[in-house]
């Protein structure tokens, strides 16, 4: 039997103080699909979900748990395990500092390119259905499609920001592959330098209900020497959903960054 | 000054799971850590929008008494709409007390690490980046 | 420039990411098992609308408005709707905005997105995605997504009011009836400037007349400009042979100094 969730009006929440609210109370009689515990708490353990063919179900709504990712995508690295070719490293130090960061297209509300809209601090949706996952994201109220249905993307293609995405299943692994980027994206605020020649490689595998790891290679032969891998994990986040997130409505940054236009 | 140490504990909590924390450029570029502010005055206007929240707000200047016109950038709204506040939470004429850190350069500008206002003793994390130190938090800058 | 001239160039702006080749050569070996042939081998759209193992209309695909609703959402008045019933303030906003002389005020025209149901009517694909408890809908314009609840959830009254409205579904036989509110009252409802306030909510009616067509009938309530409900049809025909492109508006929107503005 489903059970419906009553999300605690406002008041009630903060006269508690007790236990953490169901935080999405713009929305009420959420029928309630979330496995949980004893003491009615999610239960981020459960076994992860499966779709009828047997594959592991991504979909929900999910939450990067480090903002330092976007900051700097290598933070978990060794200084030096960056391969830069020497102009991506000088231009990644001549912005380290921020004194370009009007620059950073980010800041100017374009799309912050893959993987950085996933390190963004908002959460993201997985909608995965057969033969494709919608990536729902709050971040600049932005989507991703990524194709499970075999197809295969054709050599020449219009340059984009966030790319044209494959994925296959390693295992309980879900691969995706992004190619056709503009090379217009930085990938962190520090500013690491990407190209057209950018192929981002995700690896996505759902632990449990609640857990998912992420292992990101960035192959970039026009701006490192090889390619280089990073892990990060997400949350999932079972009792909100996403929220509209329109950059442009009043983006009064560039007056106040350093740095020129975005190139 | 009366201030729920069980909302402040609570939010901090939620910030800690990682709730957003809204940031889509360098908050180092923009604002120095290193030159924290403290402001009490009156609230003269809100944008409640993305990609920031603005808050202006008058502060009496210390030496002609006369206020001076501040702007206080916080996080987007939805951080702050997770955490229960609405549009409606700040109005012009509300008093208000803003911790944050100083501009770079050299205006009445601000990043805003928390509010809080005077007639109720609420306090509202900003949901901004930066400044807060320490680990979780949402600071990813410092 | 002319004024009607104009208000041609800016619709042109808009299409320009979107006219030219369908986006299927960027894509090899798509798998299309599932589309019904006509003789010939090509899609035939006048198959019956599929439905899914639960019996309810399929709606999943990608969809094309027939004609540019978005520069008037009155282009086709559904026969209950004999005119626009404007308030007097929303009639005489909506002349001054109609020649294009404040173009630049349109929000699309500053990237900000065109509010429901001006979005789908927009030239560009979209595809809806349709899952239980919830459709998801991806726009090529402007790369946005609405979300539309079908596992019964209801708004609350008080909400953080936004550009594409809350959007919650439910069945009326093979209808899916779409209410949508919570809207921020800055969207023009069409390029020529029908108002819309907060108190706005739009009904939308989703039917997939056989495998090719979808018809919308949409009710516009909005007692903050008009002086009742008002109900236009709109149809989508859908594209099978191409997927949706990136449209980032703000990339190098060099429109803002050609256009005219309301504070010129």
Not at chain 1, 140 to 166: C, M
Not at chain 2, 56 to 67: H, R
Not at chain 3, 223 to 241: I, K, M, S
Request: proline share 8%; glycine share 8%; aromatic share 8%.
């Amino acid at each position: 039997m489903r059970r419906i969730v009553a999300l605690a009006p406002l008041a009630a929440w903060l006269a508690l103080g007790a236990a953490a609210p169901a935080s999405a109370q713009w929305w009420r009689d959420v029928p309630d699909t979330v496995p949980r515990n004893a003491n009615g708490e999610p239960n981020l353990e459960a076994p992860a979900p499966r779709t009828k063919d047997g594959k592991p179900d991504l979909s929900g709504l999910w939450n990067p748990n480090a903002n330092k990712y976007l900051r700097d995508i290598a933070v978990d690295l060794k200084p030096g395990d960056v391969p830069f070719q020497p102009w991506a490293k000088k231009v990644a130090d001549e912005r380290a500092d921020g004194s370009h960061s009007r620059e950073d297209p980010d800041a100017n509300c374009l799309p912050q390119g893959v993987p950085r809209i996933g390190a963004a601090p908002a959460p993201y949706k997985f909608v995965q259905t057969e033969g494709l996952i919608v990536v729902v994201h709050e971040a600049f109220s932005l989507w991703r499609q990524i194709f499970t249905d075999g197809r295969k993307l054709a050599d020449e293609v219009n340059p984009t920001w966030l790319g044209y995405s494959t994925g296959r299943w390693e295992g309980d692994t879900l691969v995706v592959d992004s190619r056709g980027f503009n090379g217009k994206t930085w990938l962190d605020q520090v500013g690491k330098p990407t190209t057209e020649k950018l192929h981002v490689i995700e690896r996505y595998t759902r632990k449990d209900f609640g857990h998912m790891d992420l292992e990101i290679t960035i192959d970039d032969p026009g701006a490192y020497t090889k390619p280089w891998t990073v892990k990060q994990n997400l949350t999932l986040l079972p009792d909100t959903d996403l929220l509209e997130f329109i950059c442009n409505e009043n983006n009064r940054d560039l007056a106040h960054l350093p740095g020129g236009d975005v190139q | 000054m009366k201030t729920s140490t069980a909302l402040a504990s609570l939010t901090l909590t939620l910030l800690a799971a990682g709730l957003p924390v809204q940031a889509h450029h360098s908050f180092a570029a923009q604002y120095d850590a290193a030159k924290p502010i403290t402001l009490t005055g009156k609230v003269t206007k809100v944008e409640w929008t993305n990609p920031h929240i603005y808050i202006y707000m008058d502060v009496p200047d210390e030496k002609t008494g006369s206020a001076v016109n501040w702007a206080l950038e916080m996080g987007g709204p939805n951080a702050l709409i997770r955490l229960g506040w609405t549009r409606n939470s700040l109005k012009p004429d509300d008093l208000i007390t803003v911790e944050g850190s100083l501009a770079k350069d050299g205006s009445h500008l601000a990043n805003a690490k928390s509010i809080v206002m005077t007639a109720t003793g609420k306090k509202m994390l900003a949901g901004s980046s930066g400044g807060t130190g320490g680990t979780g938090g949402g600071a990813e800058e410092r | 420039m002319p004024k009607p001239v104009r208000a041609i160039a800016w619709a042109l702006v808009f299409s320009f990411g979107v006219c030219g080749p369908a986006g299927a050569q960027w894509w090899l070996n798509v798998p299309t098992s599932n589309v019904p042939r006509a003789a010939g081998g090509e899609p035939n759209l006048a198959a019956p609308a599929p439905r899914l193992a639960d019996g309810r209309p399929d709606l999943n695909g990608v969809w094309e408005p027939i004609k540019t609703y978005s520069r008037d959402l009155a282009a086709d008045l559904h026969p209950d709707t004999k005119s626009v019933p404007f308030q007097p303030w929303a009639k005489k906003l909506a002349d001054e905005r109609g020649d294009g002389a404040h173009s630049r005020d349109d929000p699309p025209a500053r990237c900000l997105p065109q509010g429901v149901p001006r979005l789908a009517g927009a030239p560009g694909p979209w595809k809806l995605v349709q899952t239980p408890g919830l459709i998801v809908v991806i726009y090529e314009s402007f790369t946005l997504w609405r979300q539309i609840f079908t596992d019964g959830r209801k708004l609350a009254d008080e909400v953080n009011p936004t550009w594409l409205g809350y959007s919650t579904g439910k069945w009326d036989a093979d209808t899916l009836v779409v209410e949508t509110r919570g809207f921020n009252g800055k969207a023009w409802l069409d390029q020529v400037g029908k108002p819309s306030t907060e108190q706005l909510r739009v009904t939308e009616r989703y039917r997939r007349k056989d495998y090719g067509h979808l018809d919308m009938e949409i009710t516009i309530d909005d007692p903050g400009a008009y002086t009742q409900p008002w109900t236009v049809v709109e149809h989508f025909d859908l594209r099978p042979a191409t997927d949706l492109l990136e449209f980032v508006c703000n990339e190098n929107n060099r429109d803002l100094t050609h256009l005219q503005s309301a504070t010129d």
